[in-house]
């Protein structure tokens, strides 16, 4: 049974049964499936967009993203983001991984990009995204992990396996 229904995500309480056998009641936030991209210019360094975001009434370093549309593949989805909220087209995207967010009351597990052999395009936003974008090299946005400047996990988990994977540790 939905408890609330948004345009961007649902609310359903159901029973569960688990492994233990115990039965519950239980509330999940049900969310459409999304992506975000982590593009990477020529020289190496990142871009993440800079937004406000309501729900914590802060401006939240990230990277770009949004939901997969009807009849989309991640893939297309995340070209589009990345052009929509930066004003980047990407020559190459290639799947780093798929992770859930918050498993203990949603469905979210977003799939992340890494896009490369960017050009500029026109940016298209929705008239709630407020957004700037930051160009920083892998060690700045490192210290900004450390510093806390850099919030959203998903984008701080994104940068660590790129910086990983850069230097061949993963």
Do not use: C
Not at 42 to 54: F, K, N, S, T
Not at 57 to 86: C, D, F, H, V
Not at 125 to 139: C, G, Q
């Amino acid at each position: 049974m939905y408890v609330y229904r948004s345009k961007k995500f649902l609310i359903e309480r159901k029973k569960v049964t688990l492994p233990n056998g115990k039965k519950m009641t239980m509330e999940v936030l049900l969310k459409k499936p999304g992506v975000s991209i982590l593009p990477i210019m020529e020289d190496g360094r990142i871009i993440l967009i800079r937004q406000y975001r309501a729900y914590v009434n802060k401006w939240i370093y990230e990277m770009p993203g949004g939901s997969i549309e009807k009849g989309e593949t991640p893939r297309q989805a995340a070209l589009r983001e990345l052009e929509e909220e930066t004003g980047y087209k990407a020559t190459k995207i290639r799947f780093m991984l798929k992770a859930y967010t918050t498993p203990y009351f949603s469905t979210d597990s977003p799939y992340v990009f890494v896009a490369s052999g960017l050009r500029r395009a026109k940016a298209s936003r929705e008239e709630d995204e407020m957004i700037s974008i930051k160009v920083l090299s892998i060690k700045q946005a490192l210290r900004m992990i450390k510093k806390q400047k850099i919030e959203d996990l998903g984008t701080v988990t994104a940068i660590l396996m790129y910086s990983h994977i850069s230097k061949g540790l993963i």
